[in-house]
Structure formats: structure tokens, C-alpha cells
């Protein structure tokens, strides 16, 4: 094998690497600390970073994505499991992307209720929440504390989401 094929060879490899380690939700090199540590702190500098684990959908189908097309480029990729063969990740792959897009598309409409839901009970003033407060606030000072009208409303309990 002369040089050139064994440098093809080496970075071939080290793509493959990357893109198991990538879907495989592991390092393809060892992380190295950017910061170096205080000894003046108590915790270590030197262990925070940024993740790099792209463990999300989204990230993940373009992972295999890549991973599909560095096979298709190499020749002498010939699986015998057909479950292996390009054909057959390429199917798989379009079944991710159907299945992803079928979840956010079903998604977005239920963050979007839950969010007019939250403005309609803790939006400051306006919200449910306030009002109850006011409502409350309200029969106390004309029936007072004691009567059994704010006793009556009294015990009915709003929280305030966090």
C-alpha cells in the first residue's frame, strides 16, 4: 500500500471514529482542560466545559446521517447482515426523519397551549392567579376575616407555578 492509500486509510478511520463516538454518545478523543485550575477556590476550573454530547434528535439523525454517507463513499463496504447494508441504514434513516418531524409537528401545538395557558393564569395583573388574589383580599376587607363568605373562598388553594 503506498503512502497516499495508507494516509486515506488513517482518516477514513479517524472519520469513523468520530461518527460512532458521536452517535454512541462517547468522546472519539480524550477531553483536555482548557482552564487551568485556582488553588484559591475550592472546586476545580480546570473540569468544566462545554458539552459535546449532541444527544439530541435532531443532532443524532445528522450524525447517522454523515455516518451513512462516509459508507457509501468506501468501496469496499459490503456488509453481509442486510440490516448493515446502505440501503438499508438509508431506509432507517428516512424513518427517523419522518418519526422526528410527525413529534415536533405534534409538539409545537402543546408548548404553544401550555404557554397561553401559563399567560392566562400568571400573567401579572391580568392572570388567574391575580384576580383570585384580589377576589380574596376583596371579601375579607367588606365581610371580614370571620364571615363565611371568605371562609368559603378562603379554602380554595392557587399556586403560583415556578
Same mark, same amino acid.
Given at each position: ?61 445528522? /450524525?447517522?446521517? +454523515?455516518?451513512?454517507? *462516509? ?8 456488509? !453481509? #447482515?442486510?440490516?448493515?447494508? =446502505? ?28 404557554? /397561553?395557558?401559563? +399567560?392566562?393564569?400568571? *400573567? ?8 383570585? !388574589? #384580589?377576589?380574596?383580599?376583596? =371579601? ?23
Amino acid at each position: 500500500m503506498d503512502q497516499f492509500s495508507a494516509d486515506w486509510v488513517d482518516h477514513f478511520v479517524a472519520d469513523l471514529v468520530v461518527q460512532f463516538a458521536r452517535i454512541l454518545h462517547t468522546r472519539a478523543k480524550a477531553k483536555v482542560a482548557t482552564i487551568a485550575d485556582n488553588l484559591a477556590t475550592p472546586e476545580n476550573e480546570s473540569q468544566k466545559s462545554i458539552s459535546a454530547s449532541q444527544m439530541s434528535y435532531d443532532s443524532r439523525i445528522e /450524525n447517522l446521517s +454523515k455516518l451513512i454517507i *462516509l459508507l457509501t463513499n468506501e468501496p469496499l463496504y459490503a456488509p !453481509n #447482515e442486510n440490516d448493515l447494508k =446502505v440501503v438499508a441504514l438509508n431506509t432507517l434513516l428516512n424513518q427517523l426523519k419522518i418519526t422526528n418531524t410527525a413529534v415536533i409537528n405534534v409538539t409545537t401545538p402543546i408548548s404553544n397551549a401550555r404557554l /397561553n395557558r401559563n +399567560k392566562i393564569l400568571y *400573567l401579572a395583573v391580568t392572570g388567574l392567579y391575580d384576580i383570585q !388574589n #384580589e377576589v380574596k383580599k376583596y =371579601v375579607k376587607s367588606v365581610y371580614g376575616a370571620t364571615s363565611p363568605e371568605y371562609k368559603q373562598i378562603s379554602n380554595i388553594k392557587f399556586t403560583k407555578a415556578r
